[in-house]
């Protein structure tokens, strides 16, 4: 889900930020105030340095950003960061199976900032990135498949080809390739796509996302990962 945060969560960043310039006026001569390392390609990558090509993979959300998420009956809540990141690790296991290096933008429960999922594409030189994320709606009658682009002149062909690739996980009409200004995506240099495989809010398709590296998990994952290597070896 790519839904905008909250206008309370903005605002108080604002204040916390005009806070900080008036208070630790060297801390923002540093650059960057509040911000922390920058993600490290050495434990982020599976291989790094790497002449092999490069693979970055984003993970949805993270930290106190949760995404959507879904309420079992037996009152277990999944939330989408979590299963978002599962499937990640699983497109990555079979990308290395495939020959890449890849890399993933977080690799447990972090908090990031969208330009900084970009930046971390471009300085692992990746071929290729990819933000994994699942839809959320109010109604949970409702599932089908989107894949965004950023900037359309370096996008849109490979998020159209990924929309081919990922549409049959879902039945229902209403697939479609859409542009969303994400800061990730504008970001990036690289071809890119933000991809929403199905959604987890779905009443059917719920119950088969709940466990970790169950086999819905596995299907999203070898679709998204068969459609980055189909792309580049067609
Ligand atoms: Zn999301």
């Known amino acids: 889900m790519i839904a905008v945060r909250p206008l309370h969560r903005r605002s108080a960043t604002l204040l916390l930020t005009i806070f900080s310039l008036l208070v630790v006026p060297s801390a923002f001569a540093a650059g960057k105030p509040g911000r922390g390392a920058p993600i490290d390609p050495a434990t982020n990558c599976t291989q790094w340095p790497t002449e092999k090509t490069v693979i970055a993979l984003d993970p949805g959300h993270g930290g106190d950003d949760s995404g959507t998420g879904y309420s079992y009956p037996d009152g277990t809540r999944v939330l989408e960061k ?5 499937i990640a690790k699983l497109v ?16 447990d429960d972090k908090t990031l900032g969208n330009s900084e999922r970009g930046e971390f594409a471009n300085t692992v030189g990746a071929r290729l990135f990819v933000m994994i994320h699942l839809n959320g709606s109010t109604d949970p009658a409702v599932n089908h498949t989107i894949t965004f682009w950023g900037k359309k002149s370096k996008d849109l062909a490979f998020s159209r080809y990924m929309l081919t690739k990922l549409k049959d ?3 229902q009409e209403g697939d479609y390739v859409g542009q969303f200004a994400n800061g990730a995506l504008l970001t990036a240099t690289m071809e890119s796509t933000l991809t929403e495989s199905a959604f987890l809010t779905n009443q059917d ?9 169950s086999e819905r998990r596995h299907v999203i994952a070898r679709a998204i990962a068969n459609g980055i290597h189909s792309y580049l070896n067609p």
């Open 82 to 86: 979590d299963v978002v990141l599962n």
């Open 92 to 107: 990555r296991d079979t990308l290395v199976g495939h020959g890449y290096a890849v890399c993933l933008t977080r690799i």
């Open 169 to 171: 996980l879902t039945t």
């Open 205 to 213: 398709e719920a119950p088969l996302l709940k466990e970790v590296d």
